[in-house]
C-alpha cells in the first residue's frame, strides 16, 4: 500500500501562468501586480521543478531492476517537463520585460 501512495504524496502540479499587464495600457499599480505575479509564478515554478526531480529521485529509489529503455524513456521525460518548463519561464519573463519597456517608453 506504501508503494501506490508515494507517487500521490509527490504529485507535481504545474502553476498556472501568471497574467502580464499590457505596458500601453497599464497603470503603475497594474504593472505593480503583475510583477507580483510573474515572481509569484516564477517561484512556483521552481517548486515544480525541484518536486519533478524529487519524485524522479523517488521513483529510481524504488524502482528495483528495470529495463534501461524503460529507465531512458522516463529520463527523457523528466528532461521534456524540465526543459518545458524552464521555456516557459524564460517566456514569461521575456513578455514581462518587454510590457515594461513598453510602459516606461510610455511614461516618457
Same mark, same amino acid.
Given at each position: 500500500?506504501?508503494?501506490? /501512495?508515494?507517487?500521490?504524496?509527490?504529485? $507535481? %502540479?504545474? =502553476?498556472?501562468?501568471?497574467?502580464? =499587464?499590457?505596458? +500601453? +495600457?497599464?497603470?503603475? %499599480? &497594474?504593472?505593480?501586480?503583475?510583477?507580483?505575479?510573474?515572481?509569484?509564478?516564477?517561484?512556483?515554478? &521552481?517548486?515544480?521543478?525541484? $518536486?519533478? !526531480?524529487?519524485?524522479?529521485?523517488?521513483?529510481?529509489?524504488?524502482?528495483?531492476?528495470?529495463? &534501461? !529503455? /524503460?529507465?531512458?524513456?522516463?529520463? %527523457?521525460?523528466?528532461?521534456? #517537463?524540465?526543459?518545458?518548463?524552464?521555456? !516557459?519561464?524564460?517566456?514569461?519573463?521575456?513578455?514581462?520585460? +518587454?510590457?515594461?519597456?513598453?510602459?516606461?517608453?510610455?511614461? #516618457?
Amino acid at each position: 500500500m506504501a508503494i501506490f /501512495a508515494a507517487p500521490l504524496a509527490l504529485a $507535481c %502540479d504545474y =502553476p498556472t501562468r501568471a497574467d502580464v =499587464p499590457d505596458g +500601453t +495600457t497599464a497603470t503603475k %499599480d &497594474e504593472m505593480i501586480a503583475g510583477q507580483r505575479g510573474v515572481k509569484a509564478y516564477m517561484g512556483a515554478m &521552481e517548486e515544480y521543478l525541484s $518536486c519533478i !526531480e524529487a519524485t524522479e529521485q523517488e521513483t529510481v529509489a524504488g524502482a528495483d531492476e528495470q529495463d &534501461e !529503455e /524503460a529507465k531512458q524513456q522516463r529520463i %527523457d521525460m523528466l528532461n521534456k #517537463k524540465y526543459n518545458a518548463a524552464v521555456e !516557459e519561464m524564460n517566456l514569461l519573463a521575456e513578455e514581462f520585460n +518587454t510590457q515594461v519597456r513598453a510602459y516606461k517608453e510610455r511614461s #516618457k
